[in-house]
């Protein structure tokens, strides 16, 4: 019962891998050329409603207050939640986000972080970001 199982590589098999090459390199390319590069800013909501829009250019530090306060900071173009006396501060381990797109949201206070390009145009990249 010992039988060749030898594969045998055909002319086919190279332009299909060809092929799926060009293809993750065209969605490689769309992926990465889709995030606003120019400066961005943050649009802050509780509860659903914008309370205020800041740029990430300008270091600053505030408090959101709810059921819960989260202390936000904004440095080197980049936004944290970095202290929340909400359970299991999941918010504070999001850590710093900066790319259009990227969110940090703090479910028990109902806040969320959204970074938005700053000159008014749609995002036109993924629509989330994990990691």
Not at 83 to 109: A, K
Not at 119 to 127: I, L
Request: aromatic share 6%.
């Amino acid at each position: 019962m010992d039988k060749n199982l030898r594969l045998k590589f055909r002319p086919g098999d190279l332009i299909a891998a060809a092929a799926i090459a060009v293809l993750a390199g065209a969605v490689a390319l769309i992926f990465f050329t889709g995030r606003s590069t120019g400066p961005a800013e943050a649009e802050i909501r509780q509860n659903g409603e914008l309370i205020d829009t800041i740029p990430l250019d300008t270091d600053t530090e505030f408090t959101i207050e709810g059921d819960y306060i989260n202390v936000v900071t904004v440095r080197n173009g980049e936004i944290a939640i970095t202290s929340s006396d909400c359970p299991g501060e999941d918010c504070v381990h999001s850590g710093w986000r900066s790319t259009s797109g990227q969110c940090i949201v703090c479910l028990p206070n109902l806040v969320e972080i959204r970074i938005v390009p700053s000159d008014g145009s749609a995002y036109s990249g993924v629509d989330g970001v994990t990691g």
